[in-house]
Each structure stands twice: as structure tokens, then as C-alpha cells.
């Protein structure tokens, strides 16, 4: 079935230090969606993005789709204490669950400040 | 913006006993709605399709006897797990969609269960 690989687990950097979490997807997307979990909390939009190559920003974030549609990357620039959090790629493909999504196991953002 | 609504967010419970969970789509009417399982510091895992006026659909190796799904109206799903055990306890989480053609899913605040 469908795999969704992401890395890393775990992140930790210093306040203002740039982030990236990488997606890659064992078979070609439909297309793919980014959400954000604070600790404590639950998973929260952030992008979906869905043509080939394409790249997307939201402020200090930085969303790319793969030539081939089989892998993502977000990227933060000058992380702040409030990007805290798991941060969760969901591939849409032939092979997803009932939810149409197969989930990455998410990349866990440590700040130290 | 769609708003899922997730009840309790959290709740402790004697072993043998049943918990009640509620998932309701303030507004939006929602056919569809998913039940997720999360351990700690883990990915979401799909447990089941809840399905408005019909049986919900279980994922592989997830107990339908033991997480009873009621969906009987466009804006509530109830998870129930029946006769909690500790290795039950864990945070719950629902979603759903805004509209048919909607790819993205919006997430209840999730329930954390505890059973002593």
C-alpha cells in the first residue's frame, strides 16, 4: 500500500535557525497537505498543494511538491518559539485511507530559545 | 471557517467501564466523518469511516465490538469505547470535511482518554 516516509522525527534548533521536514511518498500524489499540531493540541490546515513543481509560501513558510509528485518539503526561515510543534505531511493518492490521506509520522519542531 | 467540535476533551475512567465520545460539525453538515488514534509523540492513525445513517467502516486490526460508532445525523458522531482497559487510554481525535469537494479535513480538539 501507500507509504508516506517523513524525516526527521525530531528537530531541535536554536531560535532563528532555519527548520525543513521532508515527505517523500512511496507512490505519485494526487496531491499533498501540510498541517501543524501544537503540543497538546490537534492538527491544524496549513497548505495543500497539488501541481507538479509547485511552490507555495505562507510568511516564514516554505511549501514545495517534487517534479513528480511523489515528494514535499516545508521549509521555516528564522523559526520562532510559536513554529513549536508537529508538523505533518498527508499524501492523496491511489492508496490513501478512507480519509483519502495517508499521514507522514511527522517531524517533531523543538525551539531553544 | 468549517469548526469541528470535539467533546470531552478529556476524561479518566475505571477500567470496565464505557466512555462516550461526541464529534459534531457546527457548521456544516458533515456525511462523512473520521475517527483518529494518537499515542504520544506518534502519527494519526485512521480507525474508522463514520458514515451518516449507515454502518461505519473499521479499519484493518481496530475492534468494531469494542469501538462502537454511531453517526446519526449530518453533524454528530459518537465514538464509544466499550469496557476501557488502560492500554485503551490514548487521545482521540475526529475530523471531517467541509463540503463534498472538499479535500481538506478539519480536526475536532481531540479527547484524551485515561482509564486508571
Known amino acids: 500500500g501507500q507509504q508516506v516516509m517523513q524525516i526527521p522525527q525530531y528537530q531541535h534548533v536554536q531560535e532563528g535557525e532555519d527548520f525543513t521536514t521532508y515527505c517523500n511518498s512511496s507512490?505519485?500524489?494526487?496531491?499533498i497537505q501540510w498541517y501543524k499540531q501544537r503540543p497538546g493540541g490537534h492538527p491544524v490546515f496549513l497548505i495543500q498543494?497539488?501541481?507538479?513543481?509547485e511552490v507555495k509560501k505562507q510568511k516564514r513558510l516554505t511549501f514545495q511538491f517534487g517534479e513528480a509528485k511523489k515528494n514535499s518539503s516545508l521549509h521555516i526561515t528564522a523559526t520562532q518559539t510559536t513554529d513549536v510543534g508537529t508538523y505533518f505531511c498527508?499524501?492523496?493518492?491511489?492508496?490513501?485511507?478512507?480519509?483519502?490521506?495517508?499521514f507522514g509520522k511527522g517531524t517533531h519542531l523543538i525551539i531553544q530559545p | 471557517g468549517a469548526v469541528v467540535s470535539q467533546h470531552p476533551s478529556w476524561v479518566i475512567c475505571k477500567s470496565g467501564t464505557s466512555v462516550k465520545i461526541e464529534c459534531r460539525s457546527l457548521?456544516?453538515?458533515?456525511?462523512?466523518m473520521f475517527w483518529y488514534r494518537q499515542f504520544p509523540k506518534q502519527s494519526l492513525m485512521l480507525m474508522a469511516t463514520?458514515?451518516?445513517?449507515?454502518?461505519?467502516?473499521?479499519e484493518q486490526g481496530v475492534e468494531k465490538d469494542k469501538f462502537l460508532i454511531n453517526h446519526a445525523s449530518l453533524t454528530l458522531s459518537t465514538l464509544t469505547v466499550t469496557s476501557a482497559h488502560p492500554e485503551d487510554s490514548s487521545f482521540y481525535i475526529c475530523?471531517?470535511?467541509?463540503?463534498?469537494?472538499?479535500?481538506?479535513?478539519?480536526f475536532g480538539a481531540g479527547s484524551r482518554l485515561t482509564v486508571l
Open positions: 475530523s471531517a470535511r467541509a463540503g463534498t469537494w472538499v479535500n481538506v479535513l478539519t
Open positions: 507512490t505519485t500524489l494526487s496531491n
Open positions: 498543494l497539488v501541481k507538479s513543481g
Open positions: 498527508a499524501g492523496r493518492g491511489s492508496g490513501g485511507g478512507a480519509d483519502g490521506l495517508t
Open positions: 457548521d456544516f453538515q458533515a456525511t462523512t
Open positions: 463514520s458514515n451518516e445513517g449507515s454502518k461505519a467502516t473499521y
